[in-house]
């Protein structure tokens, strides 16, 4: 996927979410002035991948405990230059969880978010444009913590309060339904 083909996938998820104009217009705004946008190294911010992973009768979702961030979030991270963001989202899935049966649901972008990343010793702060998208994993299969976490844990979609209160996850929940 180049910025174009990420931009027209944009456009699709603009019509289905109309409601999230301001956040879908920065975005944009973000991926046109930045050619090198999937590269971590850009100061101002960077594309992530990210993946809402759901068991299969979509009543859990996978969360990890994220070590650098301290909070419970969806799993994702650094597109490293890649421009194909949905395979992006699906290497951090597999490297995160240990989940070898995830699949994704659809190629189309489930959510997008925008979220700055605090400073952190030699790393100064710096936005996030996440592309999310929707996948199945098995809730029996057993997980793997990877360094990058804390701990990882399927929440029930209806107790997801008793985890998070972070706006970017509960408009995935509220999706989900």
Known sequence: MSRAALLKSVERYASRYPEEQATIVEFQRFVRANENCFDRNLREGHVTGSSWILDRPHKHCLLTHHRKLNRWLQLGGHADGDSQVARVATREAEEESGL??????????????????????????????????????????????????????????????D???????????????
Do not use: C, N, Q
């Open 163 to 177: 985890y998070t209160e972070e706006e970017s996850i509960l408009r995935m929940v509220r999706k989900t339904g």
């Open 100 to 161: 070898g049966s995830i699949a994704l649901v659809s190629g189309e972008i489930f959510d997008i978010d925008i979220h700055l990343i605090p400073e952190r010793k030699h790393e100064p702060a710096h936005y996030h444009f996440d592309v999310r998208y929707l996948f199945e994993g098995d809730y029996g299969e057993p997980l793997v913590v990877s360094e990058e976490s804390h701990e990882l844990a399927w929440v029930p979609l209806s107790g997801i309060a």
